[in-house]
């Protein structure tokens, strides 16, 4: 079952007015970016212990404007408790930063959607535990090298049914 959670109509149309606003043309068209980073979670779920991952990212900077828009895919590789043979974890992340001053620190939040699949020991069938939420993030992009600014993200994930998480992204981008 998918659910809202925590996340009103109001935030929605937030996003969705920022996005359009980055994407909208004007004199300063925003420049997109990818990346790569590796991640380590908290921990994902009560049946989840904490997980390294990797991870892609695509940074629409916002013209004009001193935003960013981040789509950010996280693949976890989770220990799978005893009662299944295998497991997945994988968070989608929508954010909108403030970046003022073109300074390296980045600071937002956004929506969150996270999904955990379990192959049970006793049991033919998939469990499925997804739920949608929103999260608070900060970080740094370092304009140090000539192609490739190296990142960090501190991000904290708010639930209703699933943990909360903490996730800390170093990567690269481009």
Known sequence: MIRLGKVGQGF??????????AVAPGDGQ??????????????SAATLDS???????????????PFEVHGVFDYHFPDCPS???NC???????????RGGGGPYFIGGGVTR?????DLVESPELEVVEEWGYNLALGLLLPVLPVLDPLVE?????Y??????????????L
């Not at 929605?12 to 606003?21: A, M, Q």
């Not at 996270?114 to 379990?118: A, E, G, I, T, Y």
């Not at 501190?154 to 708010?158: A, Q």
């Open 83 to 85: 009662s299944a043979s």
């Open 30 to 43: 925003g420049q997109v970016r990818v990346g790569v980073q590796g991640m380590y979670t908290s921990g």
């Open 114 to 118: 996270h999904r955990r699949d379990f």
């Open 154 to 158: 501190f991000r904290y994930e708010f």
């Open 160 to 173: 209703d049914e699933v943990q909360d998480q903490f996730v800390i992204s170093l990567g690269l981008v």
């Open 88 to 98: 997945t974890s994988w968070t989608g992340v929508g954010n909108v930063y403030y």
């Open 12 to 21: 929605w149309l937030t996003v969705l007015g920022l996005i359009l606003l």
């Open 51 to 65: 997980a390294f991952g990797i991870g892609g990212r695509l940074i629409l900077e916002v013209p004009r404007y």
